[in-house]
């Protein structure tokens, strides 16, 4: 089935310093990938996406690049704020198998500190 | 626009008691869903509907019902709540157009059951 895997968290960086969140992905047709952000008290809201194979997804300063070869989504920002502190969410929507439904990823909490 | 609420936003029941939970949305979604977060188990899908008059269980779906009688309003029902129930809640609502492509999420409800 399709699953998404996310490296384990917390992690913590200081401001200013470079972030990458790490997401593989496991899908038996075509999936869109997504990440998702949760702020403290807050539900989730689209970060970014991409649809097909090599897509540059972009938000906020955060980029992520669809890679087949890879089954890889990973999140990065070149410079992380205080503001950015939050979970993060990788997932996919298998338009083939599960057109209906999202598969998340258990999340990644992010601490910036300054 | 309001987006997708959530009512209430905290609630706390006994073991036995029952309870409704409200999720209304008003950006005319097909779709919505209810997920459950737990620390450490990311958001697990409890029931969803694709439309007014529809509804599907999900992966963790024992000891809830659901109803979607109106387009925009997705309750989700506890008949007799237990302490394994004690989660924070989120409704979720996505425009057909897009399968689950994008989902909206509502702020959540904080549920105790002691």
């Known amino acids: 089935g399709n699953s998404v895997t996310q490296m384990e968290g917390p992690v913590t960086l200081s401001e200013e310093a470079f972030l990458t969140i790490n997401c593989t992905y496991t899908a038996t047709g075509y999936p869109s990938l997504f990440w998702y952000v949760q702020y403290p008290g807050e539900g989730l809201q689209l970060l970014l996406k991409?649809?097909?194979?090599?897509d540059k997804g972009s938000n906020k300063g955060f980029e992520a690049t669809y890679r087949k070869e890879t089954t890889s989504f990973h999140l990065e920002k070149g410079s992380v704020q205080v503001s950015d502190s939050a979970v993060y969410f990788c997932?996919?929507?298998?338009?083939?198998?599960?057109?209906?439904?999202?598969?998340f990823g258990p999340g990644t909490s992010l601490s910036v500190i300054p | 626009n309001a987006g997708v609420t959530q009512t209430p936003k905290f609630r706390v029941l006994k073991t036995g008691q029952s309870m409704t939970l409200l999720c209304a949305q008003d950006m005319n979604h097909e779709y919505m869903y209810w997920y459950r977060q737990d620390p450490g188990m990311g958001l697990r899908l409890i029931h969803y509907s694709v439309g007014e008059g529809t509804t599907a269980k999900g992966e963790v779906p024992d000891g809830y019902n659901v109803s979607r009688l109106k387009k925009q309003n997705f309750l989700l029902g506890l008949e007799s709540a237990a302490p394994s129930q004690t989660s924070v809640y989120f409704c979720?609502?996505?425009?057909?157009?897009?399968?689950?492509?994008?989902?909206?999420f509502g702020p959540g409800t904080r549920l105790t059951v002691l």
């Open positions: 997932a996919l929507s298998d338009r083939r198998t599960s057109y209906d439904k999202v598969i």
């Open positions: 979720a609502s996505s425009p057909w157009t897009s399968g689950a492509q994008e989902q909206f």
């Open positions: 991409a649809t097909k194979a090599d």
